[in-house]
């Protein structure tokens, strides 16, 4: 092994049907070392994680752990937890309704009864010890995220972990929790622990990482120092090629210049839901794309699922094409010619036990009625139709969707909704945890359905997306709209100033 090397990974291979997922990777990660993994959804990172930690059996190469005189045999997680490798993934899996204590120690019994006084004062050190203010006996679900993501670390550290895997543990995160998560790295790196750090926020890998591996299509394109690779090149390695300017984005589409360009397409007055929203007045013209913006917890998802009939509506008027009507339920909206991309892709968008066909026809045929089913023929050529023309990576279209990359799940809900042809389509951050190269053919799929007459509802917890991509932002504080921007007003300042109280404060 390499001088201070924890972990080697050496031509790596794993092959599913018709794919290649990993071919002849390397991978090496040092003491005291916090390493970015990088590239596209599809790239082979979570299937290369996947191999380290048993979930998947690789098909060639050898993996060297320090210590071991041998390559390792890791052919469950239980093994590599006993190699010292432990990860923390994006989706929670800790139990909230435990104390913070049995979630740390949870499996870890000799099936004696436990000393519960004991359990809590050692979970207490380690807390402290890591400067995470939580205690053991204070039930999980009274900590916010941000904690539930260090209990879950103390727990891999308790468990005398070398390599730490985070698979991206910011993405529902917001600065000050980043920070903290943050600080907590760099002890776990101070102490000698490794740590893989899966994300695609570039401003992050290059805040905390030494080092960065980048794979693309399964391959190694190679690993680098962090001093040494500038953030442009990091990107146009991720996708092979030159990175189109993104700020031009916008200006490469064409705006919506029918003679209806200036109808409301959908209007609400006074609207409000039980999500505790205070009552809000919205509108979107035909062929706009416009976004609502704000800090974490400001409203933004709940207006649209207001909007959509997600959550009850308890107030207000509701105009569909100049229209009044009553949208009390999802189906309400679908047959009015509302879509909406849910904000949790996992939770209330894909249904990962069925095929990617399925998933993609699943709410024209809510629309179509349980009376009605598309024959098999039809559902394999409405599948291929839309795996072609948004690019989607898979074996085939009766892949469970549950296997595909985060990037191409979404890719396939947003099929799902093309499909119903709605003429407003609401997109809760459809980009959030996908690649860049996938965020940028999202962005201009938006503008290219609205240079068609679609009228779009963005929403992206990451203000350059937003500003990319609307014509209009309607700004969020404490579920209370509090400013409305356009045109010259349309940029960070703006919107930072309007968040804090010093912009515009005229509810429209």
């Not at 849910?342 to 095929?355: M, W």
């Not at 860049?436 to 009228?455: N, P, R």
């Not at 963005?458 to 609307?470: G, K, V, W």
Request: aromatic letters at 6%; a neutral charge.
């Amino acid at each position: 092994m390499k001088e201070n090397a924890i972990l080697e990974m050496k031509g790596i291979y794993k092959i599913f049907p018709g794919v290649r997922a990993l071919q002849d990777v390397d991978f090496t990660l040092c003491k005291g070392e916090i390493h970015a993994l990088m590239g596209e959804n599809g790239a082979g990172k979570s299937t290369l994680i996947k191999v380290l930690t048993g979930v998947y059996e690789k098909d060639g190469g050898d993996i060297f752990l320090e210590g071991l005189g041998k390559a390792a045999v890791i052919r469950s997680p239980q093994d590599a937890q006993k190699l010292g490798i432990s990860t923390v993934y994006q989706e929670i899996t800790l139990c909230p309704n435990l104390s913070v204590a049995e979630n740390m120690y949870i499996g870890r019994g000799d099936g004696a009864v436990q000393n519960w006084k004991k359990m809590n004062a050692d979970a207490d050190k380690i807390l402290q010890n890591l400067d995470i203010p939580a205690r053991g006996a204070q039930q999980l679900s009274s900590c916010s995220i941000a904690i539930q993501q260090m209990v879950a670390i103390a727990r891999a550290v308790d468990m005398d972990c070398k390599v730490l895997i985070l698979d991206e543990p910011t993405s529902s995160l917001d600065e000050k929790e980043v920070e903290k998560l943050f600080g907590l790295m760099r002890d776990l790196k101070k102490r000698g622990v490794g740590i893989i750090f899966v994300t695609h926020f570039l401003d992050q890998v290059y805040e905390v990482c030494d080092k960065i591996t980048v794979l693309r299509d399964g391959k190694l394109v190679g690993e680098y120092e962090i001093k040494d690779l500038p953030r442009v090149q990091l990107v146009s390695k991720m996708l092979g090629k030159e990175l189109d300017d993104m700020s031009d984005i916008k200006s490469d589409a064409l705006a919506y210049k029918g003679k209806d360009a200036d109808t409301n397409v959908f209007e609400a007055v006074g609207l409000q839901s039980n999500a505790d929203i205070k009552p809000f007045n919205f509108h979107i013209k035909k062929g706009e794309v416009n976004g609502f913006t704000g800090l974490l917890g400001s409203g933004r998802s709940e207006c649209v699922r207001a909007i959509f009939g997600a959550d009850r509506v308890i107030a207000g008027n509701v105009k569909k094409d100049g229209k009044e009507v009553k949208i009390k339920k999802p189906i309400d909206a679908m047959k009015l010619g509302i879509a909406y991309l849910p904000e949790d892709r996992k939770l209330d968008g894909i249904v990962g036990d069925l095929s990617v066909r399925e998933n993609i026809i699943l709410a024209a045929q809510v629309l179509r009625g349980a009376f009605k089913p598309f024959s098999k023929a039809e559902t394999y050529k409405i599948a291929d139709e839309y795996i072609k023309m948004l690019e989607i990576k898979t074996a085939s279209a009766d892949t469970p969707i549950k296997s595909l990359s985060g990037g191409n799940q979404q890719k396939c809900i947003l099929a799902r909704w093309l499909l119903t042809h709605p003429d407003y389509l609401i997109l809760d951050e459809p980009t959030r945890g996908i690649d860049v190269g996938t965020k940028i053919e999202i962005q201009k799929l938006v503008l290219k359905l609205a240079s068609e007459g679609m009228s779009v509802t963005f929403i992206s917890s990451e203000t350059d997306e937003m500003l990319r991509t609307c014509s209009r932002l309607i700004v969020m504080r404490d579920r209370k709209v509090v400013g409305e921007l356009s045109n010259e007003e349309l940029c960070q300042s703006s919107i930072m100033n309007t968040i804090a109280g010093g912009g515009t404060t005229d509810e429209k």
